[in-house]
């Protein structure tokens, strides 16, 4: 199995879990200290950006958890020129380019995967759980209505799968 191919497999593994938001896995980052504190949940949490960076782990590349939010991974990754883009490219949300608030994973005939309904307002689980805030699968790319939108490779697995 190609490092693309754990990727995305680990991340659909992810379905229905809570959404919770700076969740990394089993951790939350915090933006005060800027460092990954025990999440105290009996069960993983992410955003977006945690449920990318998890699934890098997962997949045998960088701990982005600590270091990553969506922007930060779209200013890290170039556009994919591919009209159709494969399983496991990143799909980035915002305003502008310097204005990314969201990421999900691609899969195969134009779905993607993501963590949603997670807001700064959303402090516990059990709210995040009654606002339906969970990983989930769209059947379309551009399934958010922010103005900007753009896909770009995902560089980390595509190194991994050129070492290996």
């Known amino acids: 199995m190609t490092a693309r191919e754990r990727f995305v497999s680990w991340a659909l593994s992810q379905v229905r879990q809570s959404v919770l938001w700076a969740g990394r896995g089993e951790s939350i980052f915090d933006s005060v200290t800027r460092k990954l504190r025990p999440s105290g949940y009996a069960e993983p949490v992410f955003d977006c950006a945690g449920l990318v960076a998890c699934a890098l782990i997962q997949a045998g590349g960088p701990d982005l958890r600590g270091t990553h ?10 556009t994919n020129p591919a009209i159709t883009p494969q399983a496991g490219e990143l799909v980035f949300y915002g305003a502008s380019p310097s204005g990314i608030v969201h990421v999900a994973i691609t899969l195969n005939d134009g779905a993607c995967i993501s963590a949603d309904g997670a807001t700064r307002r959303i402090t516990s689980l059990d709210v995040a759980k009654k606002a339906g805030a969970r990983v989930r699968v769209h059947d379309v790319l ?14 980390w697995v595509d190194e991994l799968d050129r070492v290996c």
């Open 69 to 78: 939010n969506a922007q930060m991974m779209h200013d890290a990754t170039e």
């Open 142 to 155: 551009r399934y958010r209505s922010e103005r900007f939108f753009t896909v770009h490779r995902n560089r």
